[in-house]
């Protein structure tokens, strides 16, 4: 029997419509599938510490009950930590408050003198713009909210997915033919180890950029350089958009508190350092290498993930796009989407590679 072929037009809309069901989905249903993905997240990255507790003949639940316990105190400890600095900040919030007005109000007369913008244009102007803010900042209080109730819910779902995990691999198994068996097993296997060695390199990674930053903070006299130097860390694994809020959030803090501008040179100087650093010797040697995306991708996926999810779902996004690629390398039909995602670039496209081995036949059969 003839396999029968669709027209272009036709394959090209069902392949819309599927695209935009799939968006509508994932936004419509992002309080339940946010707090899931993580959870996946943590379990696979747990999976190695459970296995370690079952060698040691100890009973599953409580092998995982262990396992959940570690990175419970673990993430306590980290807001432990993060609060304690927050509580600082906001200690002394009435008085940066106060220099930050004054800087405010030397400008509006600068830029009235300069520029011949008065006061009442500038008000409203400045009226303007927080109005514009005021969905963005809605928004990330909802993300917050929503976090906070993952917070709740993160534990039992990870305990559900590692008890689980042999009934959830047999029904991927069982959905595939026996064909596909093989290509299945190198799927699971690649994403597997990706994520666990990608999770526990952000960590590593985090870990170094907070410390690079913290200290080039407290050398140049930077007011709350821990807390400042952790969260240019978080934001970094963000690609390009967390490393510049990362570098603005110093410079605004380092305005305010100090005269002049040669800290403000000098932060800048540093993180341009520590991010040569970190692109080009941490992110290759600590960072898993699968999970390697072109800059292009990143920035997208990362814009698509916040407008989707959310601040979760810009930390999501990465992962789960390192994860798309192992798969589409691994399955012919899909390789070509692989290659795009990642970052290695040929020295010739294609058609150039065509055009050349066409030329030589040519010349091979005028001879």
């Not at 069901?21 to 996946?40: C, G, M, N």
């Not at 008065?118 to 209080?141: C, R, T, V």
């Not at 800290?263 to 941490?282: E, P, R, W």
Request: hydrophobic share 55%; glycine share 8%.
């Amino acid at each position: 029997m003839l396999e029968k072929k669709h027209p272009f037009y036709f394959k090209s809309t069902v392949i819309l419509l599927g695209l935009c069901l799939t968006v509508f989905i994932l936004f419509d249903l992002r309080e339940i599938l946010v707090p899931l993905a993580f959870s996946l997240l943590l379990a696979v990255l747990l999976n190695p510490l459970v296995t370690r507790f079952e060698k040691w003949k100890i009973h599953k639940i409580i092998a995982i009950s262990l396992a959940l316990t570690i990175a419970i105190i673990a993430m306590i400890g980290i807001g432990y930590f993060i609060v304690s600095q927050v509580s600082n900040f906001t200690d002394e919030m009435p008085t940066l408050k106060k220099k930050f007005l004054e800087m405010l109000n030397s400008l509006q007369k600068w830029l009235s003198g300069e520029f011949g913008i008065n006061l009442k244009k500038q008000q409203q102007y400045i009226s303007d713009m927080s109005s514009e803010l005021k969905p963005w900042i809605g928004a990330a209080l909802g993300s917050m909210a929503e976090t906070l109730g993952m917070i709740f819910l993160l534990p039992v779902y990870t305990f559900l997915f590692i008890y689980y995990k042999k009934l959830l691999v047999n029904f991927m198994y069982e959905v595939f033919s026996k064909e596909n068996s093989t290509d299945l097993t190198a799927i699971l296997s690649q994403t597997r180890t990706a994520i666990q060695s990608y999770m526990v390199g952000l960590l590593l990674e985090a870990l170094a950029v907070a410390t690079l930053n913290t200290i080039a903070l407290l050398i140049l006299g930077v007011k709350y350089a821990v807390l400042l130097g952790v969260l240019g860390a978080v934001l970094n694994i963000l690609p390009y958009i967390g490393g510049i809020i990362g570098i603005a959030l110093p410079l605004i803090i380092a305005t305010i508190t100090k005269s002049g501008y040669e800290t403000q040179l000098g932060i800048v100087i540093a993180y341009l350092v520590i991010q040569f650093i970190d692109n080009h010797f941490l992110v290759p040697l600590i960072v898993s290498s699968r999970v390697r995306i072109n800059a292009l991708v990143s920035i997208v996926i990362v814009l698509m993930g916040g407008a989707l999810w959310g601040i979760p779902g810009m930390f999501l996004s990465i992962p789960f796009t390192g994860v798309l690629k192992i798969v589409f390398d691994q399955i012919p039909d899909l390789k070509p989407w692989g290659k795009v995602l990642g970052d290695e670039v040929p020295t010739k496209h294609k058609g150039q590679i065509w055009n050349s081995v066409s030329k030589a036949v040519g010349r091979k059969v005028k001879q």
